[in-house]
Every structure is written in structure tokens, then in C-alpha cells.
């Protein structure tokens, strides 16, 4: 098949969990049918990612991503009285529809045009309805928490997610399409993370401009920390991610306590000293892929139910599960005085990812949507 993808974010490098989702199926399916990538980009996106896209798509196309505060206020209030989500309303960029209208005048009909998430959907309408040829592409949305019933089909990320979305419905009958739940996977089969002497660093990664993440690192310094650092003196607590919050520096926890890095291409010198990885969120939807990775790494892990919520994880398991402070800090000093506990973990962690969430076991699943 000849397929369209949509892409609001350069998938590569992996260094966020939209990427990861889309790398990953987009390296199945171009196994399989040509891929024609077109996707936003963002000043830090490199020709050497473009480049290695190129290697299994048939053409990459790209438009930059306009993020200005002023443009995205005015987006947000335009948004209030009207039925377009804020989200959509951001995203809408003429640049990208403009791009669409050169790729599809510029190819053979496409067969199928695939979004992958919300932010794409309208794009992947416009694409269906400048197609050309006598058959109209099918529409397939990889969505997470919205569903459109103009596409043919949608794919979900956790049932969870589903059944969010079935509730707001108030049930009614097709009201919400579901084709499948097919999980974020990632490559089970990457080399485990070489780890030095377990030592008591703590470490939060992930992206803090997102604000589950931001308010989660500030519960766990506040909140957490202190009654970890009163067991474990030596602790430190490293957290890697852009825009970390500023209230991080003003909590008072003494300098060689307190590690923020900001955004780091490659954190493994901080993962290969890390005696436990937190996941302190509590909001959000979908998949947590710092979870993944960190059964990847091998890395001994404290979550809390809401961040490892549509994942086979299980307390006591392939990781330890907190949902209030006090619990929270003693899972956290558990795994930095009990190293053969966070090996124990991590192994049985690695072993639930390849078991459930490697992208070659489990993406021949998109073979239904896209016949091989």
C-alpha cells in the first residue's frame, strides 16, 4: 500500500514519548508498504534525523512548527466559544496545508493516510479530500484520548483511554470507533544500560514543560524528598527534561542534594548511577514510555497508579507502586538500600517488555488496518 503519514512531531531522535510511538510504527509499516512521511519540525531537529528517516520512508517531507507564546494566547482564546479544541486550533498552520496540497499533486493516489494523533487529524481530512484517483484513501487515527468519526478507522493506545472516552460519550452506540488497542512498544532487543556501582541518585526524566510532569517533580521534592534525604543523607535527586520549574531551585534542598540538568542528549551517565527511577505523576492519560525505557535500561522503578496506568505493571513485580508521600518515600529508600531488590525488579521489568512490548511482537497488528 501506498500510505501517508502524519506527523506533528519528527519522530527521531527518540527523546520523547510522541516520537517514540511514531518511530516505531512508522519503521513497522515501511516493512511492508511505502511510507510517505510528512511531519512538523522544530528549530533542534537535525538533517542527520531527517537523513536516517529517509532510510526506510519513501519520501520525507517537512514544514517548520511555528511556537510563539503571543500566537499561542491568541489561539487559546479564539478557542473558548468555538467547538475546535485549543490543541487543533495551535496547530492549524497553513504552511502545512500548503505542503499537503504540493505532496498529494506531486504523487500517485495514495491508499491510506494515517494520523497519528489528534493534532494531525484535520490534515489527514484535507489529505483524503485533495486526493486523487478514483478511490478515496482510507483514514486511520492513532489517538489516544479523541476520536473522529469521519476516519475509517481508530487505533488506541491503552484501553484505559478508551473507556475515558466511551464514558463521555455517555455511551451512546458508535459513538466511539475503537479498531484496536495496539500499545506504544520500543526495541526490546537494545542493549541493557551499563550500570556502575548502585549509588543514591534518584532520577525523574522527561519533558517538564508538560505540566504532569513539572507538578509531579514538585511533589516528590516537596512532598517525597525530605523524608527519603532524612534516611539517606547522601541522596540526590537528578532531574533531566527542558524547562524544568523554577520552584525547583527555591525549595531549599541543600545544592549537593539537588541535580537539574535541563534538556541532555544522552542521559546514561546519570541513568548508570541510578539506584531508583521515579515516576511521581498523578494526571495524564495514555502511556508512560519513561516506563519502557527504564525496563529497557534496566533500571529499578517507583511509579505511582496513575503513571503506570495501561501498562502490564505490577507492584512488588516489575516495579514498586506509591500513590502518597509516605509510601512514596519509603519504595524510594527501599530500592537505594536494597540493590539486589532493583535487580530483581529491573529483570523482571525487561522481561515484561519483551514479552508485551517490543514493536516487531507486537505491530503486526497494524497488519489489520493495512493488509500486507
Known amino acids: 500500500m501506498r500510505i501517508l503519514f502524519l506527523s506533528q512531531v519528527l519522530p527521531y531522535p527518540l527523546d520523547a514519548g510522541p516520537k517514540v510511538r511514531a518511530y516505531y510504527v512508522l519503521r513497522y509499516l515501511a516493512q511492508h508498504h511505502a511510507i510517505t512521511l510528512v511531519s512538523f519540525v522544530r528549530p533542534n531537529d537535525s538533517a542527520e534525523a531527517l537523513g536516517h528517516l529517509a532510510q526506510f520512508c519513501a519520501s520525507v517531507y517537512t514544514t517548520p512548527m511555528p511556537r510563539q507564546r503571543w500566537r499561542d494566547a491568541g489561539h487559546l482564546l479564539r478557542s473558548l466559544p468555538s467547538p475546535t479544541p485549543f490543541l487543533i486550533a495551535r496547530d492549524e498552520v497553513r504552511a502545512m496545508r500548503s505542503l499537503l496540497a504540493q505532496v498529494i499533486a506531486g504523487q500517485p493516489a495514495f491508499d491510506a493516510i494515517h494520523a497519528d494523533q489528534l493534532w494531525m487529524a484535520p490534515y489527514a481530512r484535507l ?155 498523578r494526571a495524564g492519560g495514555g502511556m508512560r514510555v519513561k516506563i519502557l525505557d527504564a525496563w529497557r535500561w534496566g533500571l529499578p522503578m517507583v511509579s505511582t497508579t496513575v503513571g503506570a496506568e495501561g501498562l502490564e505493571a505490577r507492584s512488588g513485580d516489575n516495579l514498586l507502586i506509591a500513590d502518597d508521600a509516605r509510601s512514596f518515600a519509603a519504595a524510594t529508600i527501599r530500592l537505594l538500600g536494597d540493590a539486589s531488590e532493583g535487580e530483581r525488579l529491573a529483570a523482571a521489568g525487561r522481561r515484561t517488555l519483551a514479552q508485551r512490548y517490543d514493536w516487531r511482537t507486537v505491530y503486526p497488528q497494524w497488519d489489520r488496518m493495512y493488509p500486507v
Not at 223 to 236: G, H, N, S
Request: hydrophobic residues 45%.
Open 127 to 281: 489529505a483524503q479530500r485533495l486526493g486523487r484517483g478514483p478511490h478515496r484513501p482510507r483514514l486511520t487515527l492513532d489517538q489516544h484520548n479523541a476520536v473522529f468519526i469521519a476516519f475509517d478507522e481508530v487505533v488506541w493506545v491503552t484501553a484505559d483511554d478508551y473507556a475515558a472516552v466511551q464514558r463521555q460519550a455517555n455511551g451512546s452506540a458508535g459513538a466511539v470507533r475503537n479498531s484496536g488497542v495496539i500499545p506504544i512498544c520500543v526495541d526490546a532487543s537494545a542493549a541493557l544500560l551499563h550500570r556502575r556501582a548502585p549509588a543514591p541518585r534518584i532520577t525523574f526524566l522527561g519533558g517538564l514543560h508538560y505540566p504532569p510532569n513539572a507538578e509531579g517533580v514538585l511533589w516528590f521534592a516537596k512532598e517525597v524528598f525530605p523524608a527519603v534525604r532524612a534516611a539517606c543523607p547522601q541522596a540526590i535527586l537528578t532531574v533531566i527534561g527542558k524547562q524544568p520549574p523554577p520552584e525547583l531551585a527555591q525549595m531549599g534542598i541543600p545544592a549537593a542534594n539537588l541535580e537539574v540538568t535541563g534538556y541532555v542528549a544522552d542521559p546514561s551517565p546519570y541513568l548508570q548511577e541510578t539506584g531508583a527511577f521515579i515516576v511521581p505523576l
